[in-house]
């Protein structure tokens, strides 16, 4: 039986027009920040349903570059960024 985040990750997902992530492995939420990125990239950020945008994480969305950052395990983030293609680096202190 799956528990009460497991539901909370299928309704995000089935609200945010995320269909096909699997909520057991985080691919609602790597879905999610890509949609954010690209959502922030554009200047509107959250104020567009996330299910008016298709993207898919780790391809780019035209116009923009879409990047998944691996920071550590169990987070998910990602940058859009209009320009030529490029790979962040990520900084440590």
């Known amino acids: 039986m799956r528990g009460a985040g ?3 990750a ?3 997902q089935r609200r945010a027009g995320l269909a096909g992530g699997d909520a057991g492995s ?3 939420l790597r879905l999610w920040t890509a949609k954010e990125a690209v959502l922030k990239a ?3 950020g959250l104020s567009t349903p996330l299910n008016a945008l298709s993207v898919r ?3 780019d969305a035209p116009p923009w570059n879409l990047r998944e950052l691996d920071l550590a395990p169990g987070y998910a983030a990602a940058v ?3 320009g030529p293609p490029a790979e962040p680096q ?3 202190a």
């Open 26 to 28: 985080g691919g609602v």
């Open 6 to 8: 497991h539901r909370r």
């Open 57 to 59: 994480p780790g391809e």
């Open 80 to 82: 859009a960024f209009d």
């Open 10 to 12: 299928v309704l995000l």
């Open 90 to 92: 990520i900084l440590s």
């Open 42 to 44: 554009m200047g509107t």
